[in-house]
């Protein structure tokens, strides 16, 4: 990555490795008085930019209710725990009520057999799956770091092509400076100098004149 292929077609006005002379703290000082003068001219009777009232979560009725509950202050809702009973049924001689305490205790013993199936499955798996996570999130960490790197590798070369361009070009404005200078030094010597031989020649002719 070269300095020219970003900007080709820019022409870059300030060399700052070589203009030592620009004074960036007191610009920022004159930046700050102008901002801060433009936040006097603002008044409280000027329309505010943000508005007035805010709806959340439009799209979510659940988040939405929840947080009605939390503006009204009202006590949250109790898990309903009723299902996770196995409590026979208040009439005995129903036997509807029997059919729904049996596929309750159905429900419930097949829930115990997921839980002990899950707690296998991790015992004999978990470890293995949280090391190849670990792997996993240390290789894209390696790769992170290893592109940060580069990048700041990168903005080195970066940097180093432009002092060495402003530098070159420095010498380049120096020479040219000093050879304008020489130019507009010997422009004026020749100047004085037809200024001294115009004086002479009038005065020659004023006293061949007399």
């Known amino acids: 990555m070269e300095a020219s292929d970003l900007t080709p077609n820019v022409v870059v006005d300030s060399l700052p490795y070589i203009d030592n002379e620009i004074n960036y703290e007191g610009m920022r000082e004159q930046v700050d008085k102008l901002v801060d003068q433009e936040r006097r001219k603002r008044t409280k009777k000027d ?48 036997v509807e009520l029997w059919k729904k305490a049996v596929d309750n205790s159905k429900a419930q013993l097949e829930q ?10 991790l015992q004999k798996y978990g470890a293995n799956a949280w090391r190849l996570h670990n792997f996993q999130l240390e290789q894209e960490l390696k790769q992170l ?37 020489d130019l ?6 020749v100047q004085f100098a037809a200024d001294s031989l115009e004086k002479e020649d009038s005065n020659e002719i004023t006293t061949e004149g007399k």
């Open 47 to 94: 329309p505010p930019n943000f508005p007035t009232t805010i709806e959340l979560f439009k799209d979510s009725p659940i988040l939405a209710a929840e947080l009605q509950r939390v503006q009204l202050g009202k006590p949250m809702e109790q898990i309903d725990t009723t299902r996770y009973k196995l409590e026979p049924p208040q009439d005995n001689s129903n």
């Open 112 to 121: 115990q057999n997921l839980r002990l199936l899950n707690m296998e499955l």
């Open 145 to 181: 770091q290893d592109t940060l790197e580069q990048y700041k590798q990168e903005i080195l070369e970066v940097n180093k092509e432009r002092k060495a361009e402003q530098l070159q070009a420095g010498k380049k404005l120096e020479m040219l400076e000093f050879s304008w200078s």
């Open 184 to 189: 507009v030094g010997k422009t004026l010597q």
